[in-house]
């Protein structure tokens, strides 16, 4: 089970410059993805998408990918003429101005801004997304790592939470076999405190202990949430994203918890009814985050 909360981030020197690749998600219902590319590089955002689309199933994801040119091959890189020589006619008016003394160099000129710049219109596309690829997919091993190992803790924290609903729901059920019980004795000793024990035997008592027992019957609720429980517990170790399946899971349990509240008016019962229903939220908001 992988959470969807992760970050990856990667390093290459590429022939074309200093590669730096960042991956991050966060939790989403959906798979989306988000991206920042040199603008250049745009048209390999669909390439990105599908890359990161075959390996994440959910959450919202962002991919950020910045390439260093600025020290590329002497072939990618142009001089601005025109913008040169307005440097240099601006840096020897400056000269005569301050009464300065020196030359202007070319490496002066080159050093300012945009007068020498890689043409990157040239660069050939097909071999930068071969290292772009290989950036991405290192991130994405780094940000799957961080999403198994918080998975790892989550399911944790879920098998104790578990663990506690089964306790809690073991305690419902022995509690709802001695309701009867203590609903028997509350009714006869009030019959006796108004009639007497003389006219006990001509009333329904024992019918309308069944029918307080019928009402109150909740073997059903309680053995369809220890089967939730099982699902649950099987749905965490399958090999898919289980994400979802949690969410419906606990959607039913949920649903059988308020049923156990409603039905039993026993103030024991309802306080562990209290209890279930807490346990399930906390189950849900870690499934918030699951893939």
């Given amino acids: 089970m992988n959470s969807m909360t992760g970050f990856g ?7 074309f410059g200093a590669l730096t690749v960042e991956v991050s998600s966060v939790n989403n219902r959906f798979l989306e993805v988000s991206m920042r590319l040199p603008r250049y590089l745009a048209s390999l955002e669909p390439r990105v998408r599908e890359q990161v689309g ?12 910045a390439l260093d040119d600025t020290a590329g091959l002497p072939a ?8 040169a020589a307005a440097y240099a006619r601006q840096l020897r008016a400056l000269q005569k101005s301050l009464k300065l ?3 202007i160099s070319i490496s002066d000129l080159t050093a300012l801004p945009d ?3 890689v043409d990157r219109e040239t660069i050939d596309l097909e071999a ?3 290292v772009l690829k290989q950036a991405i997919d290192k991130a994405l091993v780094q940000l799957l790592e961080h999403r198994q190992k918080e998975g790892r803790s989550m399911a944790a924290d879920m098998k104790k939470r578990l663990s506690k609903l089964s306790k809690v729901i073991v305690d419902i059920e022995k509690q709802s076999q001695a309701a009867v019980v203590a609903y028997r004795k509350r009714l006869s000793e009030r019959v006796n ?13 024992e019918e309308e202990i069944v029918l307080m027992a019928e009402r109150t019957d909740i073997t059903e609720e309680c053995t369809r949430f220890k089967s939730h429980i099982d699902l649950y517990q099987s749905t965490m170790n399958q090999k898919e994203p289980a994400g979802k399946r949690l969410n419906f899971i606990l959607q039913e349990m949920n649903r059988e918890a308020n049923t156990i509240g409603s039905k039993c008016s026993e103030f024991a019962i309802s306080s562990l ?3 279930l229903k807490e346990e399930v939220e906390k189950l849900r908001e870690l499934v918030q985050n699951v893939e």
């Fill in 9 to 15: 981030r990667s390093e290459m020197a590429t022939r």
């Fill in 54 to 65: 075959s390996v994440l199933d959910r959450g919202q994801i962002s991919v950020f990918a």
């Fill in 76 to 83: 990618n890189s142009v001089i601005d003429l025109k913008l």
């Fill in 101 to 103: 003394s020196g030359d």
């Fill in 115 to 117: 007068v020498a710049r």
């Fill in 128 to 130: 930068v997304w071969k």
């Fill in 193 to 205: 405190e108004l009639l007497g024990e003389s006219d006990r035997e001509n009333l329904r008592l």
């Fill in 273 to 275: 009814a209290i209890t």
